[in-house]
């Protein structure tokens, strides 16, 4: 007779003469569900006490109460020692990288010779390794200026002697689940991060490797503000002769901007290739746009962007604007071309209006375009001021300046000042 629950069998056999045998097996581990060891038993606890006898009375009672990894220290340089640091209370030259040095709560004497709990405290709070582990002051004196300086120096709480069992427990377990949930953020934390960081390296291996020519050179200079960029710049060869060159800027920045934008990457990359003149790349990204727009949906996602079509064998550049920074025409001679306006932006209305313009090109001019991000480097609140202050800035370097050079000018200013609170963008083309 067999008897089958879940992941575990219970089997009763009788035997002639023999009587009944139970066999009863129950797995250490199977798919979903793992023995973990219990949580008291894993939580590294260490006591720190210059009177050995206090040292053997919280042992004991930590022992009773299921708390079995406990570490001792007899001063404020022997703790120093067990937390990995110097005898100083520094973090050394190579931050221990292993888990000898992990502790999950402090039981800290307030008063030791030497290096005394209150300086011991506040020193373990200038280590950003350490700063979390939660310090319990242990005190025989009641004073109460010094208990307020123990909480200063970081301490969340405190008991004093003689200890009183069933308070020191309680205040333990306080201690032990604020760590817990301390490490579970950290943890947490420290896993989106590492996926923000794949998330970048997808979103900049999506972007366009430069083209360099015979008659013509694309390259671009990108920065995002954050991990994920709501900018996207794009360029594809349509044809022996015509090369289709986009920037696009997503509302805001950020995480759900750089999702949004990377679907509209593809949309791109699909209309580029399949559609012809700039004015049918537009309808199409709006068309496209407008599927992320949901009924019961607080927030509209829209962006402004400039696409163009330029045509070496004719000669022209064929562009429309979308409620996007204009470019700039820099043609061979040093005279500047600024494109026209922005209208509406891509995915606010189903029937959008879209305007194209033609431009003449020539070998020797250079086209630049940009997302607004470039213009708060320029520091004017004007749009045309900013063209004006933007222009100005970049005149000194030439109409064919390396491209690193123009880097430097625009972000010289902003590396000194920190003020990148946008993406930013600039796509420059050179014909050649």
């Not at 001792?72 to 022997?78: D, H, T």
């Not at 700063?131 to 200026?145: L, Y």
């Not at 599927?291 to 962007?305: K, M, N, S």
Request: charged content about 25%; some cysteine.
């Amino acid at each position: 007779m067999c008897f089958r629950q879940l992941s575990y069998m219970f089997q009763i056999q009788s035997m002639i003469c023999r009587g009944n045998e139970v066999h009863h097996v129950v797995p250490v581990k199977d798919k979903d569900k793992e023995i973990r060891m219990p949580r008291k038993l894993k939580m590294r606890i260490a006591v720190v006490d210059d009177n050995p006898m206090n040292i053997t009375v919280v042992r004991e009672i930590l022992k009773r109460a299921g708390y079995t990894n406990v570490l001792q220290a007899a001063s404020g340089s022997e703790l120093f020692s067990l937390l990995g640091l110097n005898k100083q209370g520094l973090e050394p030259e190579e931050v221990p990288g292993d888990d000898d040095h992990d502790i999950d709560l402090i039981l800290l004497d307030m008063m030791m010779p030497g290096v005394d709990g209150i300086t011991a405290c506040a020193m373990i709070q200038e280590s950003p390794r350490l700063k979390d582990i939660p310090i319990i002051m242990v005190t025989a004196i009641g004073d109460s200026k010094k208990l307020a300086e123990s909480l200063d120096a970081g301490a969340i709480d405190y008991v004093t002697k003689p200890i009183n069992r069933i308070e020191l427990l309680a205040r333990i377990r306080v201690a032990l689940r604020l760590k817990e949930q301390k490490d579970w953020h950290k943890e947490r934390d420290r896993r989106m991060r590492e996926e923000l960081q794949l998330a970048r390296e997808v979103q900049l291996a999506a972007l366009p490797q430069p083209v360099d020519d015979e008659r013509i050179a694309i390259d671009a200079i990108f920065r995002p503000s954050e991990e994920l960029s709501g900018d996207l710049y794009a360029w594809h060869r349509i044809d022996e002769n015509r090369y289709g060159v986009a920037v696009i800027d997503a509302m805001g920045h950020g995480i759900s901007s750089s999702l949004a934008c990377m679907f509209i990457a593809s949309v791109l990359k699909e209309a580029m290739t399949k559609q012809s003149g700039a004015k049918r790349v537009i309808k199409e990204l709006n068309r496209r746009s407008l599927q992320l727009q949901f009924a019961d949906q607080l927030i509209q996602y829209y962006f402004t962007g400039l696409y163009m079509v330029v045509d070496l064998g004719a000669g022209t550049l064929e562009y429309v604007n979308a409620g996007h920074p204009p470019g700039m025409l820099i043609r061979s001679d040093g005279s500047i071309e600024r494109f026209a306006q922005g209208g509406v932006a891509i995915g606010m209305f189903s029937e959008m209006p879209i305007e194209k313009h033609m431009l003449a090109i020539g070998p020797g001019d250079r086209i630049v375009l940009l997302t607004d991000g470039i213009y708060d480097l320029v520091g004017s609140d004007y749009a045309e001021d900013r063209e004006a202050s933007l222009t100005e800035l970049l005149q000194p370097y030439g109409i064919h300046a390396p491209l690193q050079a123009l880097e430097e000018a625009l972000f010289s200013r902003e590396q000194a000042e920190e003020l990148q609170s946008d993406d930013r963008c600039l796509v420059v083309v050179d014909l050649k």
